[in-house]
C-alpha cells in the first residue's frame, strides 16, 4: 500500500471514530443521563494502604489520585462523578458496595503488586525496599460473575481496557499465569479483563461493577510511569471517554454498542 493510500485509510478509520462519538455524545445528551452517576471507589484505606511501591509509596494514595484525575475528566465528558472513601475512612468493603448505591456504574480503583515470589529486595534512600522485574507491568480489569449485572459489567471493562489500549496503554496479562494466587480466567483477553467472582465489592454492588488494576507499583520504571502527571491525566482521559461512550450504549439499543 501506498504512503497515500495509508493515508488516505487513517483519514477515514479517524473520521468514522469522530462520527461515531459524536453520535454517542448526543445519545448521551438525549437518553436521560441528567441524574445518572459513577462511583469511583479508591481502593484500600489509610489504616491498609495495599500494596507499597518500589520506592515506598502506598497504594491507596495512588489509587486516589487517578480517581480525582478519572472523576475531572469523566465531569469534562458531561459525565457526574463521585468519589468513594476519598478520605480513606471506609474500611470493608461490604460499605463500599452501599456508599455506591443509585450509581449507573461502580469502578474500584487499584494498583498492582506481583506475588511474594516475584518481589526481590533492593535499596532506595537508605531503606530496603521490594521491587518486581520489569516483566510484569500494564493494566488489568476484572469483573465478578457473581455481581448484579455481569453483562454490563463487563461490557464497560472491555470497553475501558480496549479505549487504555486505543490510547498506547498494555494490558498486563500477569493474573492469568498458573501460580498460586492468581490463574484468573480471561473474560475478555483481548482487552485484559479478566473474572475474579469473589471481590467483595463486585458482587456484592447493585449496580454493574468492575475493578481496575491501573498499573504495577512495584516495578520500579512502570511506577514513575504513574506518578508521571501527563499520563496520568491521558490514562483517566481514556478511561472516561470509555466509560461515557459504553454508558450511552448501554441506555440505546438494549446496550448494543453503535457501529459504523
Not at 475512612?89 to 456504574?105: H, N, P
Not at 455481569?150 to 500477569?174: H, M, Q, T, V, W
Request: glycine residues 8%.
Amino acid at each position: 500500500m501506498s504512503m497515500r493510500s495509508r493515508s488516505t485509510v487513517w483519514r477515514l478509520m479517524a473520521g468514522r471514530q469522530a462520527l461515531r462519538l459524536a453520535v454517542l455524545g448526543i445519545a448521551f445528551a438525549c437518553a436521560g443521563f441528567a441524574h445518572a452517576w459513577v462511583a469511583l471507589d479508591v481502593g484500600h484505606n489509610l489504616d491498609k494502604p495495599g500494596a507499597t511501591s518500589a520506592r515506598g509509596r502506598t497504594e491507596f494514595e495512588f489509587n486516589r489520585d487517578l480517581a480525582l484525575e478519572i472523576a475531572r475528566a469523566l465531569q469534562a465528558q458531561g459525565v457526574e462523578a463521585r468519589l468513594i472513601n476519598a478520605d480513606g475512612s471506609i474500611r470493608t468493603l461490604t460499605a463500599r458496595a452501599r456508599a455506591a448505591s443509585g450509581a449507573e456504574l461502580l469502578i474500584a480503583v487499584h494498583h498492582d503488586s506481583v506475588q511474594p515470589q516475584f518481589l526481590t529486595p533492593w535499596a532506595h534512600d537508605g531503606m530496603e525496599r521490594l521491587r518486581s522485574g520489569d516483566r510484569f507491568s500494564g493494566f488489568s480489569l476484572f469483573v465478578s460473575r457473581r455481581s448484579t449485572d455481569l453483562g454490563a459489567g463487563l461490557r464497560c471493562a472491555s470497553a475501558i481496557g480496549a479505549g487504555l489500549i486505543e490510547d498506547g496503554f498494555n494490558p498486563s496479562l500477569y493474573h492469568a499465569e498458573p501460580v498460586p494466587g492468581e490463574f484468573k480466567p480471561f473474560a475478555d483477553r483481548t482487552n485484559g479483563v479478566h473474572y475474579f467472582d469473589n471481590l467483595v465489592v463486585l458482587k456484592e454492588a447493585t449496580m454493574p461493577a468492575l475493578l481496575l488494576e491501573a498499573g504495577v507499583i512495584v516495578n520500579r520504571d512502570e511506577e514513575e510511569r504513574l506518578l508521571d502527571p501527563v499520563r496520568m491525566r491521558r490514562m483517566a482521559g481514556a478511561i472516561a471517554r470509555s466509560i461515557r461512550s459504553c454508558l450511552a450504549a448501554r441506555r440505546i439499543g438494549a446496550a448494543r454498542p453503535v457501529h459504523f
